[in-house]
């Protein structure tokens, strides 16, 4: 069983910086090309980043040059560093991944898309 798992978020002021993590629940499980989105009370859930499975990045121009997303390949983790927060980046943050099956050193194919559970990221002004 597959399960995706953010961890990270929490409260901070307007400027601050906060991190967040998303992993696979097993260490078979890896991540390939991955996405985090967020979702603001009331709003729809919209994207955020991408980081694909060359490492290439994009991200939404909102949080340009604010945000990045890297691969931490010995924790089999992808994190979010996001500086110089705003109120208005406040909300649930979800990372969605491709999962692949890593076993005695070989990489399966990709078995399936998962969502993380999300973990709150509130800014204050």
């Known amino acids: 069983q597959v399960r995706l798992v953010e961890s990270g978020g929490g409260l901070v002021q307007a400027g601050g910086s906060l991190r967040l993590s998303c992993a696979a629940s097993?260490?078979?499980?890896?991540?390939?090309?991955m996405g985090w989105y967020r979702q603001g009370l009331g709003k729809q859930r919209e994207w955020v980043a991408n980081?694909?499975?060359?490492?290439?990045?994009s991200y939404a121009d909102s949080v340009k040059g604010r945000f990045t997303v890297s691969r931490d390949n010995a924790k089999n983790t992808v994190i979010l560093q996001m500086n110089s927060l705003k109120p208005e980046d406040t909300g649930v943050y979800y990372c969605?991944?491709?999962?692949?099956?890593?076993?005695?050193?070989?990489?399966?194919?990709?078995?399936?898309?998962?969502w993380g559970q999300g973990t709150q990221v509130t800014v204050s002004s």
């Open positions: 969605n991944s491709e999962v692949y099956k890593f076993i005695g050193g070989t990489a399966g194919p990709v078995i399936g898309d998962y």
């Open positions: 097993d260490s078979i499980f890896r991540l390939n090309a």
């Open positions: 980081l694909n499975n060359d490492d290439t990045t």
